[in-house]
């Protein structure tokens, strides 16, 4: 794959599924239609923590319209969702509620109308206890346990090296703890599954989700049927960002219990309050951070300690503990490093995945240290990183080494280049203050600590000469199925307009895991790449015979068959299909990818982790409005080293989207709480970036090669996020000469800073 | 009650309740489900429809002020001959889309912008997609795409 001559891969093709998109044809969950469509609405606590003492429904009932009221002991099966360990979380609130949002009864209704009717209808006596709310709290010795197990979700350790002894021989030690917020999702579209029984004996879901094999065992198990029985096919899904993998569960299983009872179609669709209160947000932190440092800027130790805000129920905050852990330390060649990550329980929405998983919070710490240590060393802070950057033969934090496809210091040098050629408006206007930050960042590609990363993929080239391509990863607007429609095409030497991808229907591929971890290029690209080999196997066998030749005489290209010394002699390729098939040649391959396996040290986590990293430096310009805190961004660089690019256009919309959330998170978005209460649950009062917000995001890719992805790559979805936020953050320093230790560093925060320090 | 009205070029004639939303009555009634809900309060712009060329949040809306209006919702933009208008176009080489939820609501404010401005600024682009939430693109493509999609048009009749 090295070295060779590209077709479709590393070109701009369209999305393969704009067209629908484009023209309002896509279908998502909600515009399913069913004439007996039944539409279900749950209840939810208005309060933080409570005994639920009674549900009386019988008001409900005899709301016109209303259907059935699903109650916890209506599902057969476990009443549980959560995708790893503890599995502590009830479909619905059965004795305990512990978050306001959480829903405790799901009302059937021919309507959305009369659902909502019937739901503010039923009785619900609910007990309040003092709910807990911060991470101190969960932590105080006499807290009230939220769960059986105590208050802590999960506390692991990174330890590498000695380093006590790098403090007490360093020149410098510097110390500071940060806080993030809260961030939510804010998909335009909402969480939405559609249960429908086909008459098959089966429970079909059609789900706007992340992950569809997450949610066919949780169906299955709360439905106490065999797994074989639950088909989820992935409808067009509106954005996701990690939002809709445990969400999507919890709603699916809901919807599938309600469809069963009735014998009819069941859509949930959340409302745009449910979607905030009601799904998971990306988890608060409070991160201590020390660091240890010889005069010339070599950084010989760090001690971390990271607190995550879990919220009521563990979710997915043992991986992104786990995530925050493993790359807190920055990408940096550090040889004493110690870590702990701890994710807490509170009496708030749960946390889970949000493009970015952890790594946002820490980079933000990391890279706001970094600044304070090159200001500590009167050093340039680009020099800093560029001397403790980590290179190909290198030891990351967790002593993994990768001989190749480490391009940080490409990245650095590209912005030092950049800024060479950049200049800030002067300063001499009293109004504004100027200036520019920088930070970089790595980020895991791959399930890496998570476990197993497998994923499957199905190719099948019809007699005409098109391609079908399955997989069990999900389009999420990311633009994975145009990526895998490129591989195949770039395989099979056929034309992108001839190649269909088909959204993941759980029944034709191989259990794939979630899609996450910005891994569908990477592990998935390689699942179609195999499938694609070996049909093409097939389809090059039989050239062969057709030009009396050898196999290796014959490349695939633009829809022929041709012989590599003569690109004048071919058969078109719809005319080797057919042969292919009567002479009875598979034309189908279900394929399967396996990531290398993660094998580290359990109590240190020491080893190998993931199969590769994605580097980045972003370098982030802003103006400072002295009178009114405005903060308006001038310039952005974001400089990637993401392997083999397969789509450039895509790539850039990639950093492009996540560069704009990495800004929100810095500067705009805050969940607001009044006694646990969510009290921002809209898009007026919680303010995502609009057009008037988005930053002048310059996207820059430094190619390496990737060992382990087809052709190359690696991946992009995530990390750009952290780059964006936390080069925000020191932009804002750099203009103010204030050091803000809390995201987001909003118009507010800045103009009282500025204020204060006048 | 019976309103009448036309959407996308036909004519329409059908009973509503009063309390019907128009996002309801065009995704339920009419089966136009490309005129997508994101929040029912008007924050997203994702139900957005053109009423005599005006865009307009369909869920804050009801019905019966449909009444006589010319309406368009994003069904209508593609030719009969399945051709897509250059704004769709342009949406789809500029990669303007991503998950494509806010694209239906986005592509007709477009359309109102360059009807009343052909050759809009940037600042005047960001002014007429200011209603317009998308979470996943970051909006630079999607100004891309109106820059496009004006030249293109060239204040030709959209």
């Known amino acids: ?136 709290e ?16 999960v506390s692991k350790k990174l330890i590498k090296g000695d380093c006590a002894k790098a403090f007490a021989e ?13 961030q939510e999702h804010a998909y335009l579209e909402t969480e939405v599954v559609c249960a429908v029984p086909y008459g098959d004996g089966r429970i079909t879901v059609h789900a706007s989700c992340q992950s569809p094999f997450h949610i066919r065992g949780h169906i299955a198990a709360n439905l106490n049927v065999p797994v074989a029985n639950v088909k989820v096919v992935q409808a067009y899904t509106g954005g996701s960002f990690g939002g809709k993998d445990d969400t999507a569960t919890e709603i699916g299983s809901l919807a599938a219990v309600a469809a069963v009872r009735q014998g009819k179609p069941v859509m949930i669709s959340n409302e745009r309050e449910e979607s905030i209160v009601g799904s998971t947000l990306r988890h608060a932190s409070r991160i201590h951070y020390r660091i240890a440092a010889k005069k010339d800027g070599t950084i010989t130790g760090k001690e971390i300690k990271i607190l995550l805000d879990g919220g009521a129920y563990a979710a997915e905050s043992p991986f992104v503990a786990m995530k925050a852990l493993i ?209 093409k196997r097939s389809l090059l066998k039989m050239a062969a015979l057709m030009f009396k030749t050898e196999e290796n005489n014959i490349i695939l290209k633009d829809n022929f068959a041709q012989l590599v010394f003569d690109e004048n002699a071919k058969i078109p390729l719809n005319d080797v299909c057919v042969a292919a098939y009567w002479t009875g040649f598979p034309l189908m391959n279900l394929s399967f990818s396996k990531a290398p396996e993660a094998k580290y040290d359990q109590d240190t986590t020491q080893g190998n982790i993931y199969i590769a990293y994605n580097y980045g430096t972003h ?49 705009l978005e805050k969940i ?43 991946g992009i979805g995530e990390p750009p996020v952290s780059g964006a936020a936390a080069s925000f953050a020191n932009a804002v320093a750099k203009a103010t000469g204030i050091r803000f230790k809390k995201l987001p560093i909003t118009r507010q925060v800045i103009l009282e800073a500025i204020n204060r320090k006048k | 009650m019976l309103i009448e009205f036309i959407c996308n070029g036909k004519e329409i004639s059908v009973d509503v309740l009063a309390e019907m939303r128009a996002l309801d009555l065009i995704r339920n009634e009419l089966l136009l489900t490309g005129t997508k809900c994101g929040c029912s309060k008007g924050e997203c712009g994702s139900c957005t429809i053109l009423v005599d060329g005006i865009p307009e949040c369909s869920c804050l809306l009801l019905a019966p002020k449909l ?40 592509i007709l404010s477009t359309k109102a912008l360059l009807k009343k401005n052909p050759a809009p600024t940037v600042t005047e682009i960001e002014e007429g997609l200011s209603g317009n939430i998308c979470r996943c693109t970051g909006y630079t493509k999607i100004i891309k795409a109106v820059q496009f999609a004006a030249l293109k048009l060239k204040g030709s009749e959209i």
């Open chain 1, 138 to 153: 969960a932590l105080a010795k006499d807290a009230r346990k939220i769960h059986a197990a105590g208050n802590i979700t």
């Open chain 1, 170 to 182: 360093s020149d410098v030690i510097l110390e500071d703890t940060f806080e993030t917020s809260n």
């Open chain 1, 327 to 535: 790359h807190s330390a920055g990408p940096y060649k550090i040889d004493n490093i110690k870590v702990e990550s701890t994710a807490l329980y509170t009496n708030k929405t749960y946390c889970g995945a949000f493009r970015g998983f952890g790594v946002p919070q820490v980079t933000f710490a990391s890279e706001s240290m970094m600044d304070e240590l090159a200001k500590k060393l009167k050093m340039d802070p680009l020099e800093l990183r560029r001397k403790n950057a980590l290179k190909p033969g290198d030891l990351n934090a967790t002593s993994q080494v990768f001989q190749e496809s480490v391009g940080l210091i490409e990245t650095i040098d590209k912005v030092i280049d950049l800024n060479r050629s950049y200049t800030l408006p002067s300063k001499k206007q009293d109004r504004y203050l100027y200036g520019t930050g920088f930070a970089s960042m790595y980020q895991g590609i791959s399930n890496g600590a998570e476990g197993i990363d497998v994923v499957g993929a199905s190719v099948q080239v019809m007699q005409d000469g098109s391609a079908l391509v399955g997989i069990g990863l999900t389009e999420l607007g990311q633009g994975s199925r145009t990526v895998f429609a490129q591989i195949a095409a770039e395989v099979l030497g056929i034309s992108l307009d001839k190649i269909s991808v088909k959204q993941v229907d759980t029944d034709t591929v191989h259990d794939s895991g979630p899609t996450v971890a910005s891994r569908s290029t990477t592990v998935g690209g390689m699942a179609v790449y195999k499938a694609a080999g070996e049909v």
């Open chain 1, 619 to 667: 370098m982030m310009s802003v103006r400072i409005d002295k009178l009114t805190g405005e903060v308006k961004v001038l310039k952005h660089l974001a400089v990637h080293d993401a392997g083999k690019v397969v789509n450039p256009k895509a790539f850039e919309g990639q950093v492009e989207g996540a560069s704009l959330t990495g800004f929100g998170l810095a500067h």
């Open chain 2, 67 to 106: 009444q006589g209006k010319v309406i368009t919702t994003i069904e209508g933009l593609e030719g009969a001959d399945g051709e897509l208008h250059p704004i769709q176009q342009a949406f789809l080489e500029e990669g303007a889309v991503q998950c494509g939820f806010c694209t239906p609501g986005m």
């Open chain 1, 672 to 714: 607001q709480y009044r006694e646990g209460v969510i009290i921002n649950p809209n898009l007026a009062d919680y303010a995502v970036p609009t057009i008037k917000d988005r930053i002048p995001s310059e996207t820059i890719s430094i190619e390496t090669y990737n060992p382990t992805g087809p052709y190359g790559v690696k």
């Open chain 1, 1 to 136: 794959m090295r070295n060779q001559e590209l077709v479709q891969v590393g070109k701009s093709a369209l999305k393969v599924d704009g067209r629908e998109l484009v023209t309002g044809k896509a279908k998502f969950s909600g515009d399913f239609n069913f004439p007996d469509l039944l539409h279900g609405y749950a209840c939810r606590s208005k309060i933080a923590a409570g005994y639920i003492k009674d549900i009386d429904i019988s008001q409900a009932l005899k709301v016109p319209g209303i259907v059935d009221v699903v109650l916890p002991k209506d599902i057969l099966g476990g009443n549980i969702v959560g995708i790893l360990p503890p599995y502590d979380q009830p479909v619905l609130a059965d004795k305990e509620i512990r978050y306001a949002g959480e829903s405790f009864c799901l009302v059937v209704g021919t309507s959305v109308r009369a659902a909502k009717a019937g739901a503010r209808v039923v009785i619900a006596t609910i007990e309040p206890i003092p709910p807990i709310l911060t991470i101190d």
